[in-house]
């Protein structure tokens, strides 16, 4: 069974009407308003509703909501109905009446209501109670996609496929509460189409603005649709790795794909990386959800080879809160007040400002989420003037609220914040880790309490990539965070001397180098961080010795390259002047250290000498045809002088060029057959874009590019394996009735 006294009048009215809709087959009018006149829908027809009986005329639907559970439908539930229904019939407006309810419907009550409407004139009367509406709640997939809410309602066990509730139970369990309180948005209804259409979408918004909403919503629709296996994940990396060929219904969720809450270099270049493999995984039906915050996306966004996954630009969602209707916004903070935390006398003297807060230009839906609960209004007055200071000051509040708790639960927090958001469960603390809750006067038993009782409200304790974790409950909770911390210089001294390198430096910038939400790290505390980067020589990231070693450099010089400013790479080189011979002559594909050589040079802090040899080692690359991205990077191109980069065009142009059919026929030599065709000749054919650009007016340029392409596509559909034939999954059109639910 479902708890439909939860949903609400407005939504109540709602599920009737999609049910009529979509698993009864009439085409309803609906009057959902005050001034129904005893109608909530209609429609004139012939219909068999319970396949017993043959009906015809005209039909009134009137939906009867209770909130109280196990209520019985008596007939003086609608007694205010019956001078309705005289009326109704009086205009031959109601031959038959159909009454859905999620009150429980007796057979001697039923007989006594269906007198009551008999004598009012009407022909035909229809039950459909409770009991019914949940039957075809659970018979009904498109129905559930159609109304999310209901699987926040029910028990998933019992809702979803036993295969995929397994598979996805971890992940969906964790998102039921908040599903029992989600609103079906116009934004909803363009990502399940963009989903449909390319197989994959990309959620972009403002932080809070409900992304993380639709991609759950979709999760629970493909584990109930297709019975698809729900993946959330957290790397690039992870999701080519989880893929399995063999199975097609995998739906991979990727939240804040380049970053948590700041712009995050290396996630960029992991998914360059592996687009060519996701364009595979996308032909064999795979599913996948991406969400960003906006304005780390639109720095992600000049990095990302979107020639090699055109579907970064065509199946973009934008997520505007400004787009939601006014209508949205007050069903979205009326969910999250009646299915919160708070006490029904608080819900009574808010109630009357809600309109004033869902009308501020400043709502978003997390603000519903934070009104629904009382870690985050104790001591606010609820009067027009605070609430709309609640809403327009959120990130100044939330930094009071989170500086208000007691110092357990603010140890765990900062532990949390220390993790990058991904505190792993059970606790396992580092000896630096240890010492930093001591100095802020707790442990790790204080701490695993505070969690405890933080859960749901300003933590969560999840599952992501097969691991548990604790994490905040939204990331804007983290922004308030790193808020305190940049206030708090003692705090900050803590939090640096108790992080591990390899999430720190994902974290903060040494100095202001523009960094969104960075924690900057000020002078004083440059010799701390020059001492916890000596400290980091191996990542976790790789299992391998080799890798682990190369991921800790690789990580050091990526952070070195965006995150510091040129009096901190002063001090690193003084400390690490071996740095300079590792830029000059950089390895095939080491983005981080061309990055570094940029800066360097950018900040004057590269010696000539070394400069040249870059430039050499460089230019030997793209005249060899191993790596053309010298001639297509403007972070490369700064390190040559002019005559230098000429000079290097005229070599490509005339040494390369003649020997394009050499470099072809080797990139087809080194193909394994594990590798699929595309994804190995993937590189090849962007080099040739590089070069089309730039020699594109020759005409006899053309015509070698023009045919060498010509050739790599065909190669590619010479050994391109067949695929089988299968129907393609989609969710459907998402239309719903006038309201959001």
């Known amino acids: 069974m479902y708890d439909l006294h939860h949903l609400g009048w407005n939504s109540f009215q709602q599920l009737c009407l999609t049910i009529t809709r979509e698993v009864l087959g009439q085409t309803v009018e609906s009057f959902l308003d005050s001034n129904d006149g005893g109608r909530d829908g209609a429609f004139v027809g012939w219909w068999n509703p319970t396949g017993h009986e043959d009906l015809s005329g005209r039909f009134v639907i009137q939906c009867k909501f209770t909130s109280r559970i196990n209520h019985v439908l008596r007939p003086s539930d609608l007694s205010d109905e019956l001078k309705k229904v005289r009326r109704l019939v009086e205009q031959s407006l109601c031959d038959s009446y159909v009454l859905m309810t999620n009150a429980g419907v007796s057979g001697s009550r039923a007989e006594d209501i269906e007198t009551l409407l008999r004598r009012a004139g009407v022909k035909q009367v229809v039950f459909l109670g409770s009991t019914w509406i949940s039957q075809q709640i659970r018979e009904n997939k498109r129905l559930r996609m159609l109304v999310p809410r209901v699987y926040g309602?029910?028990?998933?066990?019992?809702?979803?496929?036993?295969?995929?509730?397994?598979?996805?139970?971890?992940?969906?369990?964790?998102?039921?509460e908040d599903l029992a309180k989600v609103v079906v948005t116009d934004?909803?209804?363009?990502?399940?189409?963009?989903?449909?259409?390319?197989?994959?979408?990309?959620?972009?918004?403002?932080?809070?603005?409900?992304?993380?909403?639709?991609?759950?919503?979709?999760?629970?629709?493909?584990?109930?649709?297709?019975?698809?296996?729900?993946?959330?994940?957290?790397?690039?990396?992870?999701?080519?790795?989880r893929w399995n060929p063999d199975e097609p219904s995998q739906f991979f969720w990727v939240d804040d794909a380049f970053g948590v809450a700041q712009y995050e270099a290396f996630l960029v270049q992991g998914w360059n990386h592996v687009l060519p493999q996701i364009k595979t995984m996308l032909r064999k039906d795979a599913k996948i959800v991406m969400t960003s915050r906006d304005y780390i996306y639109n720095r992600a966004r000049n990095k990302l080879k979107e020639g090699a996954f055109p579907l970064l630009e065509e199946s973009q969602v934008v997520i505007d809160v400004h787009d939601l209707s006014g209508d949205e916004k007050k069903q979205i903070l009326y969910n999250h007040l009646k299915l919160g935390k708070q006490s029904r006398t608080f819900r009574s003297r808010v109630k009357p400002h809600l309109e004033s807060v869902a009308a501020h230009t400043r709502f978003i839906p997390e603000i519903a989420r934070r009104l629904g609960d009382p870690v985050f209004t104790e001591g606010l007055d609820l009067d027009a003037y605070h609430l709309g200071q609640f809403v327009e000051k959120r990130e100044r509040l939330l930094q009071e609220i989170l500086q208000g708790l007691d110092g357990h639960s603010k140890a765990a927090l900062a532990l949390i914040y220390m993790r990058n958001d991904r505190l792993e469960s059970p606790i396992d603390?580092?000896?630096?880790?240890?010492?930093?809750?001591?100095?802020?006067?707790?442990?790790?038993?204080?701490?695993?309490?505070?969690?405890?009782?933080l859960n749901g409200s300003l933590v969560l304790h999840s599952h992501a990539g097969g691991d548990s974790i604790w994490q905040f409950k939204h990331p804007t909770i983290g922004d308030a965070y790193a808020a305190i911390l940049a206030q708090s210089p003692e705090l900050l001294g803590i939090f640096v001397q108790g992080s591990a390198p390899e999430e720190l430096i994902e974290q903060v910038t040494c100095g202001n180098v523009g960094i969104e939400k960075a924690v900057i790290i000020p002078k004083a505390l440059f010799p701390l961080m020059l001492v916890k980067l000596g400290e980091f020589s191996t990542s976790k990231k790789y299992k391998s010795a080799w890798l682990s070693t190369w991921g800790a450099k690789s990580a050091i010089q990526r952070f070195l390259a965006?995150?510091?400013?040129?009096?901190?790479?002063?001090?690193?080189?003084?400390?690490?002047?071996?740095?300079?011979?590792k830029v000059s002559e950089p390895g095939l594909s080491a983005f981080s250290v061309v990055s570094?050589?940029?800066?360097?040079?950018?900040?004057?802090?590269?010696?000539?000498?070394?400069?040249?040899?870059?430039v050499v080692t460089i230019s030997g690359y793209a005249v060899r045809g191993d790596d053309l991205y010298a001639l297509d990077d403007l972070d490369i191109q700064s390190l040559f002088e002019d005559h230098e980069f000429e000079e290097l065009l005229q070599n490509v142009r005339t040494q390369l060029l003649p020997r394009l059919d050499d470099v072809r026929i080797e990139a087809q030599h080194n193909h394994q057959s594990s590798e699929p065709p595309d994804e190995h000749m993937q590189p090849l054919l962007e080099s040739f874009e590089i070069l089309e650009r730039l020699f594109g007016d020759d005409e006899h340029a053309a015509k070698i590019i023009e045919r060498e392409t010509r050739l790599v596509n065909e190669w590619i559909a010479e050994n391109e394996p067949e695929e089988p034939d299968k129907n393609p999954r989609i969710l459907g059109n998402v239309e719903t009735p006038d309201k959001p639910l």
């Open 153 to 176: 309602l029910g028990d998933l066990s019992q809702i979803l496929d036993e295969r995929a509730y397994a598979q996805a139970r971890a992940i969906l369990e964790s998102l039921r």
């Open 187 to 241: 934004s909803y209804r363009k990502a399940a189409a963009a989903l449909d259409r390319h197989g994959f979408v990309l959620l972009i918004g403002e932080p809070a603005a409900g992304k993380t909403t639709i991609a759950s919503m979709l999760a629970m629709a493909a584990a109930d649709q297709w019975s698809a296996s729900v993946l959330k994940l957290n790397d690039p990396g992870k999701v080519v790795e």
């Open 429 to 453: 603390l580092q000896k630096s880790e240890e010492k930093a809750l001591e100095r802020l006067g707790s442990n790790l038993g204080g701490c695993v309490t505070a969690l405890e009782a």
């Open 562 to 581: 965006r995150r510091c400013s040129k009096e901190f790479l002063s001090l690193y080189l003084e400390d690490n002047p071996e740095l300079l011979a």
């Open 596 to 614: 570094l050589a940029a800066r360097l040079h950018e900040f004057g802090l590269l010696p000539e000498e070394n400069r040249k040899r870059f």
